[in-house]
T-cell receptor, first 120, second 120 residues
Framework: KAGVTQTPRYLIKTRGQQVTLSCSPI?????VSWYQQTPGQGLQFLFE???????NKGNFPGRFSGRQFSNSRSEMNVSTLELGDSALYLC???????????????????FGAGSRLTVL | AQKITQTQPGMFVQEKEAVTLDCTYD???????LFWYKQPSSGEMIFLIY??????QNATEGRYSLNFQKARKSANLVISASQLGDSAMYFC?????????????????FGTGTRLQVTL
């Protein structure tokens, strides 16, 4: 069973450019979430998607956006890149289960290997 | 607001010995979930173990066990019989406590991590 696939694995951009990162979840997983990891801020939640809809968003500026396609694949985009956007961007997929109308808190995220972005 | 604290930036353990990685958390919500992830140098986050706030017993997964002390708000990871391959960063994380009709419970708050080095 293939894991979560993120592309590209490494990329270098310059300030002001934009970047698009792709994430293919595990087959059958319908939820995709994105995290940013930096040495200074650690791991921070960006957003999550389920059934092509953004369900939750972290505290990031509007330059960070994402979307999910009907096959559950997801992309995130960062526009007008800043030096501080240099980070490892991790994507995670899961199969959230509903329990009594709520999504279960025992939802285990499976992460990809990440896309390492360097902004010069 | 939720908070996860990992006070050990780095730990050393000899091969075949047991090691405990500390994690304390802070939340006012009675319903929450606690996770431990391992991150090798490759960057991928690997799920190790999960503990729900209402679980009566401490979670165990092979060589991993979670020492859950609810009153102290601690969720320490115990690795028994350490192996060289256990050398990695270890992150404690907490699931947002409130059940959500729309969110898929994919938002985790992570600690700063502990770097474990297993020596011969």
């Amino acid at each position: 069973k293939a894991g979560v696939t993120q592309t590209p694995r490494y990329l270098i951009k310059t300030r002001g450019q934009q970047v698009t990162l792709s994430c293919s979840p595990i087959s059958g997983h319908r939820s995709v979430s994105w995290y940013q990891q930096t040495p200074g801020q650690g791991l921070q939640f960006l957003f999550e998607y389920f059934s092509e809809t953004q369900r939750n968003k972290g505290n990031f500026p509007g330059r960070f956006s994402g979307r999910q396609f009907s096959n559950s694949r997801s992309e995130m985009n960062v526009s007008t890149l800043e030096l501080g956007d240099s980070a490892l961007y991790l994507c995670a997929s899961s199969t959230p289960q509903k329990v009594q109308g709520f999504f279960s808190g025992a939802n285990v995220l499976t992460f990809g290997a990440g896309s390492r972005l360097t902004v010069l | 607001a939720q908070k996860i604290t990992q006070t050990q930036p780095g730990m050393f353990v000899q091969e075949k010995e047991a090691v405990t990685l500390d994690c304390t958390y802070d939340t006012s919500d009675p319903s929450y979930g606690l996770f431990w992830y391992k991150q090798p140098s490759s960057g991928e986050m690997i799920f190790l173990i999960y503990q729900g706030s209402y679980d009566q017993q401490n979670a165990t997964e092979g060589r991993y066990s979670l020492n859950f002390q609810k009153a102290r708000k601690s969720a320490n990871l115990v690795i028994s019989a350490s192996q060289l391959g256990d050398s990695a960063m270890y992150f404690c994380a907490m699931r947002e406590g409130k059940r959500s009709y729309t969110g898929t419970a994919s938002k985790l708050t992570f600690g700063t991590g502990t770097r474990l080095q297993v020596t011969l």
